[in-house]
């Protein structure tokens, strides 16, 4: 079955203190993940896209690397306007068609 | 930069009421897809559209219709809204050659 596992669920950092948010998949024929940035009671803000092992994509304090079973959103000291949800899908090849699959997704809190 | 709208931020509803959530995108995509959010589970997909007219159905499509008229329009309906409806719906909107997801805001249903 086509699954997209993200951990931790939820993580606090102090404001600074560098860390990685983890998505792991079990998917065939993977056409791409996506990392997306959610705040509270907003929709899902799209980060990055991710093709192919060993593509890498920065923006500010976010680095997004992929490899054959799992992405890293790596944030490099982080501040409390990072705080968010951070949501990982794939796009799979599912019976003919593609479909995106997500995550629950990652509550981050950094903390001044 | 991509724009998603939808039609409400906030809509309370009786059991029963038939229910219309719009979506308008402006950036002449293709394909543009419905989700419900809850928590503890994440997005799932209720219907999506790769062409106008066309509808092809998602993971939880019962109790769920969709049209789509004009190629920036699709609209989500509630036939006749249950309690177990109330949840955040969210639009996506993309490209056939990117298939970056980009959101609209969401709209927070409450069915009473």
């Known amino acids: 079955e086509d699954q997209v596992t993200q951990s931790p669920e939820a993580l606090r950092l102090q404001e600074g203190e560098s860390s990685s948010l983890n998505c792991s998949y079990t998917?065939?024929?993977?056409?791409?993940l996506f990392w997306y940035r959610q705040d509270p009671g907003k929709g899902p803000e799209f980060l990055f896209t991710?093709?192919?092992a060993g593509e890498e994509k920065e923006k500010e304090r976010l680095k997004a690397t992929l490899t054959k079973k799992e992405s890293f959103l790596h944030i490099t000291a982080p501040k409390p306007e990072d705080s968010a949800t951070y949501l990982c899908?794939?796009?799979?090849?599912?019976?003919?068609?593609?479909?995106?699959?997500f995550g629950t997704g990652t509550r981050l809190k950094v903390l001044a | 930069d991509v724009k998603v709208t939808q039609s409400s931020r906030y809509l309370v509803k009786r059991t029963g009421e038939k229910v219309f959530l719009e979506c308008v995108q402006d950036?002449?995509?293709?394909?543009m897809f419905w989700y419900r959010q809850d928590p503890g589970l994440g997005l799932r997909l209720i219907y999506f559209?790769?062409?106008?007219?066309?509808?092809e159905k998602g993971d939880i499509p019962e109790g769920y219709s969709v049209s789509r008229e004009k190629k920036e329009r699709f609209s989500l309906i509630l036939e006749s809204a249950s309690t177990n409806q109330t949840s955040m719906y969210l639009c996506?909107?993309?490209?056939?050659?990117?298939?970056?997801?980009?959101f609209g805001p969401g709209t927070r249903l409450l069915v009473l």
């Open positions: 998917v065939s024929g993977l056409r791409g």
């Open positions: 991710l093709y192919s």
């Open positions: 950036m002449d995509h293709e394909n």
């Open positions: 899908a794939v796009q799979a090849r599912t019976s003919g068609t593609y479909k995106y699959i």
């Open positions: 996506a909107s993309t490209n056939r050659a990117l298939w970056d997801q980009y």
């Open positions: 559209s790769y062409d106008v007219k066309m509808k």
